[in-house]
């Protein structure tokens, strides 16, 4: 990773507190173009935390870099505006829409009511965002499809596509394999670096420890709010620190993953 290049995505000293729970200790994470990197942890570790106080959905401390610039004081919709997109834990996807048209709503322009207004008309536009993330993801043989006949791996991916037809110069991916099998946690990770390869700074934080080391650039450790490593797959996970918070387990029974 360049140490010179402008990072799409910094935080500075990010901290979050939740009353008396510090669930967020002075993160300082970088994301750039082309880059895939994963953000792991055990649960409570503060990944979401991160997320959310990266997209402004909760206060913090410190700062959010977008491209160099502070955006930590604006709201979601300024920041995702700027170029930020996200996803949820929980895919949910209008029924009543297409797989093109549940897309087209997360699009910038026109509004989310116009939009909606076009698709029940009938006179629907479409941006050129959606067709070029369907066809990214290789979506394209399902756009005219209804969510009731998607598989659950199909629909994951159709919210990373929705994440990404805004055209957003970074995207955090929030646990996109929960919930998928190993074949389709495997086809998820080759989009995945797709989308990171296609010039999108990519943040991927997920419990699927083999899908983040697999496919990411470089990975960051969360344990108790605080980042306690960093750096490429393979030097992480023989991190001892890391061992120790994170994969005591597997270590323990010889079964580290490689």
Same mark, same amino acid.
């Given at each position: 990773?360049?140490?010179?290049?402008?990072?799409?995505?910094?935080?500075?000293?990010?901290?979050v507190?939740?009353?008396?729970?510090?669930?967020?200790?002075?993160?300082t994470?970088e994301?750039?173009?082309g880059?895939?990197?994963?953000?792991?942890g055990?649960?409570?570790?503060?990944?979401t935390t991160f997320?959310?106080?990266v997209?402004?959905?909760?206060?913090?401390?410190?700062?959010i870099?977008l491209?160099?610039a502070?955006?930590?004081?604006?709201a979601?919709?300024?920041?995702?505006?700027?170029?930020?997109?996200?996803?949820?834990?929980?895919?949910?996807?209008?029924?009543d829409?297409?797989?093109?048209?549940?897309?087209a709503?997360?699009?910038?322009?026109?509004?989310?009511k116009?939009? $909606?207004?076009s *698709?029940?008309?009938?006179?629907? &536009?479409?941006?050129p !965002?959606?067709a070029? =993330?369907?066809?990214?993801? #290789?979506?394209?043989?399902?756009r005219?499809?209804f969510p009731?006949?998607?598989?659950?791996?199909?629909?994951?991916?159709?919210g990373?596509?929705?994440?990404?037809?805004?055209?957003?110069?970074?995207?955090?991916?929030?646990?996109?394999?929960?919930?998928?099998?190993?074949?389709?946690?495997?086809?998820l990770?080759?989009?995945?670096?797709?989308?990171?390869?296609?010039?999108?700074?990519?943040?991927?934080?997920?419990h699927?420890?083999?899908? $983040?080391?697999t *496919?990411?650039?470089?990975?960051? &450790?969360?344990d108790? !709010?605080?980042?306690? =490593?960093?750096g490429?797959? #393979?030097?992480?996970?023989?991190d001892?620190a890391?061992?120790e918070?994170?994969?005591?387990?597997?270590?323990?029974?010889g079964?580290?993953?490689?």
């Amino acid at each position: 990773m360049s140490a010179s290049a402008i990072p799409v995505l910094r935080t500075e000293a990010l901290s979050v507190n939740y009353g008396g729970l510090r669930a967020l200790i002075e993160a300082t994470i970088e994301v750039h173009r082309g880059r895939l990197v994963g953000l792991i942890g055990p649960n409570g570790a503060g990944k979401t935390t991160f997320v959310d106080a990266v997209g402004g959905f909760t206060s913090s401390r410190g700062r959010i870099l977008l491209d160099g610039a502070d955006v930590s004081t604006l709201a979601p919709h300024r920041r995702a505006k700027l170029g930020l997109a996200r996803t949820w834990q929980t895919t949910e996807l209008f029924d009543d829409l297409t797989v093109a048209e549940n897309l087209a709503v997360a699009c910038r322009l026109p509004a989310f009511k116009q939009v $909606v207004g076009s *698709v029940f008309s009938g006179r629907f &536009v479409e941006d050129p !965002g959606v067709a070029a =993330a369907l066809e990214l993801l #290789e979506l394209t043989s399902i756009r005219d499809a209804f969510p009731e006949s998607l598989s659950q791996g199909q629909r994951k991916l159709v919210g990373v596509a929705r994440s990404l037809a805004s055209r957003p110069s970074v995207v955090c991916l929030d646990e996109p394999a929960a919930g998928l099998d190993s074949d389709e946690s495997q086809a998820l990770g080759q989009r995945l670096r797709q989308v990171a390869e296609s010039g999108t700074a990519t943040l991927l934080i997920d419990h699927d420890m083999d899908l $983040v080391l697999t *496919v990411s650039d470089y990975v960051y &450790v969360l344990d108790f !709010g605080r980042v306690i =490593a960093e750096g490429a797959p #393979e030097t992480v996970q023989q991190d001892p620190a890391v061992i120790e918070a994170y994969l005591g387990t597997q270590a323990a029974e010889g079964a580290a993953p490689s």
